[in-house]
């Protein structure tokens, strides 16, 4: 009887099955190692940080009339930061008459009735107005120019200094009312649902009110709504709280609006503010967020030990698991390898 020339393995070194064993345990003991030590690795939270409104753009318009008047002769706004004003003016009447703004720094100054031409044209010139534009009878101009309103309150005459017209009753007052500083932020809305960020911050310097402009993009499919607590401070359980407390905000938004989304609201008190989407089911799933207002926004949590700990664990665990891969692979292949016949060939 003649033995088969090629012989299958038979020796461990020749079976894949331990090696495949060996590797298989190898890897499953990297891989928790692995994960753990990425999980250590955390970093800050996305925060939205609001930035300052440069200014207030305010638009108005009056007549100027051979009464001699201004009609109307108080322009009322309310402002934040410097204030850029353009004026609409219409001369109604045949007569010239100049809208003539008193100098910034002259602000809450009322102009002497009595005063002669002479003495209205020598303080115009000791004291250069804010703005000077003569308007023809019948014709009409734009004034534009910028203010500096202080932070309770400023009033700014303009007069006519065509002669006579000023001391006629041709005077009117500018008047704006700051609310205080104004911020932009922008959030965004994403059908997982959540918002992004979830952590909005108005600067940890402001006190008192403060104006707040939120840009809303919606970057899913569903509609959303922007709605704030009105109290600081404040954990919400439920969108039940807005059945007895009015929000500060509540803006809906959906995806491609036809034009911008924002929610423009007045933060009373510096505090922490919750926002949330009331759309049913939405902040369940977790789509609320946290607006900070003139208090810092908390750091992280601190992570234990994460440069000492989790760098020798992420490399330890890479070690293992490529000697568990090299392993299988060698295993594989030589299992598939022939033992080598025993010296001499085959016995009778």
Not at 252 to 258: G, L, T, V
Request: glycine fraction near 8%; hydrophobic fraction near 45%; include cysteine.
């Amino acid at each position: 009887m003649t033995e088969p020339t090629h012989w299958r393995a038979s020796s461990v070194g020749h079976r894949p099955g331990p090696w495949i064993a060996a590797a298989l345990l190898l890897a499953a003991t990297a891989l928790p190692g692995g994960l753990a030590a990425a999980h250590l690795v955390r970093t800050a939270p996305l925060v939205g940080v609001a930035r300052p409104l440069a200014g207030t753009n305010v638009t108005f318009a009056t007549n100027l009339t051979d009464a001699p008047a201004f009609v109307p002769r108080y322009l009322n706004a309310t402002v934040s930061g410097t204030v850029n004003v353009s004026v609409d003016l219409h001369n109604t009447g045949s007569t010239t008459h100049t809208f003539t703004v008193v100098n910034a720094s002259n602000s809450s100054t009322v102009l002497d009735r009595s005063w002669t031409p002479q003495a209205l044209t020598t303080y115009f010139a000791t004291y250069p107005p804010s703005v000077n534009v003569s308007v023809a009878g019948g014709k009409s101009a734009w004034a534009n120019f910028s203010l500096v309103p202080s932070a309770t309150f400023r009033s700014f005459e303009f007069v006519s200094t065509i002669p006579y017209q000023f001391q006629a009753g041709m005077w009117g007052f500018l008047n704006l009312t700051p609310l205080g500083p104004t911020f932009v932020l922008s959030e965004n809305a994403t059908d997982i649902p959540a918002f992004v960020p979830n952590v909005l911050s108005a600067g940890p310097s402001v006190h008192g009110p403060v104006t707040l402009d939120i840009h809303l993009v919606d970057l899913g499919s569903e509609a959303h709504t922007f709605t704030l607590a009105p109290q600081p401070n404040v954990t919400l359980t439920t969108i039940g709280y807005f059945a007895t407390h009015a929000p500060l905000a509540n803006q809906s938004f959906a995806p491609s609006p036809p034009k911008p989304i924002w929610a423009n609201f007045t933060v009373p008190a510096v505090g922490v503010y919750e926002y949330v989407c009331t759309i049913t089911g939405h902040f369940t799933a977790g789509m609320y967020g946290f607006l900070y207002v003139g208090v810092p926004v908390p750091p992280p949590p601190a992570t234990p030990s994460t440069a000492i700990v989790a760098i020798p664990i992420l490399v330890g665990s890479a070690v293992l698991l490529g000697v568990g891969v090299v392993l299988a692979l060698g295993s594989a292949y030589l299992g598939r390898l022939p033992k080598k016949p025993p010296s001499g060939g085959p016995h009778p």
